[in-house]
């Protein structure tokens, strides 16, 4: 891969550590993928940021590359273990807060803005169409691509901060025009009729794209917390973090439906329910925003918890963006949730906050929530927002 005279400076350690190893990182990368070069990029969202996932040697990693390391473009985080203000009211122990807010001042010192979201693109990391960006997080990037026509391939942590520090990615994949064509087409014939149908929907063109980027028709209208859902979900179950929607996304109008064709029928989308869902009974997690909820998803969840009681043997989180909870106070959608027993997770969610163990079962309108509360070992419920909120009153699915 062709290096600039700076960059093979940086390569050479002759602007210290950290842009030695993220350079070191890049061309790599750059090497294995056929990149001719580096391009600047608009800005960075970096994952793996729970002390759960990281541990010490992750929080050591950090450490040592914020010895020096200062980013050079607005780069934004994923979210942490655990709310960074109210840890204590989602059960976080002391031991674990202090390692978290260890892996947090690392970043700080960065120069990071800790957003501790995955939807960085609600609260002010929003690129323009066309623009080079380097993210982290399925379902953000899957939007980035898609919704939004940024492009970006799908980093993995150390590589997002590598871009960070460099202000550069390595010109393959996915930056490459030649590489975000459709090749396959899928027409949605099911009827939508629910919120978490969008997350089945994910599940079902997942499933049939397989690492392809599918052409989607059929589908009249989606708002944007529709679309954010469907993002999360068609990546985590096996596309790639890319799809173009008829009438609906950025560049569909400038491709033709691929010849290889599926579709996806009612059935597809009640076999996704199937494959998803568990029996379970007792429901003692419930969890609202996966990917972090927007300020519309929070004002129809304290429309619905109004008046009403969570059971007590029940957990109900909204999780969501620090920013958006602070719109959330101001409209008093916090002080009606709150007061029917519902806890805000700013800064957190349902995958990386250490639940392992804590809950049997939990219900949720997220497809790919569901998918990674089974890694913590809970049954799972793929529902609408209503019977999520009516299984929290109750306490039980029925
Ligand atoms: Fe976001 Fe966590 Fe879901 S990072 S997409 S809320 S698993």
Redesign the pocket.
Known sequence: MYLTKEEQRMLNGEEGYTAKKSMEILAALGNIYGAEKLIKVGSVQV?GVSYHNLGDAGLEFLNNLAKDGKVKVLTTL??AGMDLEDWRKLGISEEFAKKQNLVIDAFRKMGIIISC???PYLIGNLPRYGEHIAWS????VTFANSVIGAKTNREGGPSALAAAFVGKTPYYGLHLEENRGPDTHVDVKAKLKKFSDWGALGYSIGKKAQNKIPYITGIEAADLDELKSFC?SVV?YGSKPIFYMKGITPGSEKHQPPKEKVTVEDRDIKEAYESINDDVEVIDFVCI????SSIKEIAKIAKLLKDKRISPNTEFWV?TSRPMKQLADKRSYTATIEKAGGKFACD?????APLKGRFRSVATT?A??C??SRHNDMKTKLASLEECIEAAVKGKWS
Request: hydrophobic share 25%.
């Open positions: 994952a994923n979210p979201t995955c939807t997080e399925s379902s953000a999360a985590t925003g996966c990917p972090h999780a957190t969610c349902m995958a990386v997220s790919k929530g998918y990674y």
